[in-house]
């Protein structure tokens, strides 16, 4: 695992064999950081990050300059190698939360400018991560959500997506929370990007 740019940037470690996860490519989490950073100023920002695997959103999230970066994964051994790499790092700014994503967005009653969230892309409850982040509390007013997923999916009709960003089989679809006084008929057409 690589963390691509900020204060740990070019840092590099060995995942474990036996990790169950999909970690989001290089190549994918390079660009998404690239149109982050055009909405984003991730100085002070809260994030979290839900199904976290190898937590390298996390970590790339905190490199950037996040103030507070919550990892959240269920699996012990990512979990572990999770833990493993903030005690490396001192990165102090990284909570590491094992617990099922489910249970913390029901229980959690913290509130984020940034979220993001690679389930698998099999997850039979896909199609509801969207509804059940954006009525919750946890992001804040004008808040970004991400969600990464599979060509199988589309959110374009939720009311809060903006668009939706395709780097090979990787795609991540984007949504703004708005404030009751944001939301209106004059919201901009969704837009579609393929690379």
């Known amino acids: ?9 070019r840092r590099r470690f060995d995942v474990p064999r036996n990790i169950k996860a999909r970690p989001t490519t290089d190549f994918a989490r390079e660009n998404l950081f690239n149109v982050l950073a055009n909405q984003l100023d991730f100085e002070g920002v809260e994030a979290l990050d839900l199904f976290s695997g190898t937590g390298a959103i996390s970590f790339e999230l905190a490199s950037r300059g996040c103030s507070k970066v919550v990892s959240v994964e269920n699996y012990s051994v990512q979990y572990t190698f999770i833990k493993k790499v903030i005690r490396e790092l001192k ?3 990284i909570i590491a939360i094992k617990d099922d994503v ?11 400018d940034f979220i ?8 039979p409850e896909m199609e509801e991560l969207p509804r059940l982040i954006l009525t ?10 991400v969600l990464e997923h599979s060509k199988e999916n589309d959110f374009s009709t939720n009311p809060h997506f903006e668009q939706m960003r395709s780097y090979g089989s990787v795609h991540f679809s984007f949504f703004r929370q708005g404030s009751e006084q944001a939301i209106s008929d004059e919201k901009p057409e969704p837009e579609t990007t393929s690379l």
């Open 116 to 123: 993001f969230a690679d389930p698998p892309y099999a997850l």
């Open 1 to 9: 695992m690589r963390i691509i740019s900020g204060k740990y940037g």
């Open 102 to 112: 489910f249970k913390y967005i029901a229980a959690s009653r913290e509130q984020f």
């Open 136 to 145: 919750s509390t946890l992001l804040r007013p004008g808040g970004t959500f």
């Open 91 to 93: 990165a102090d700014e």
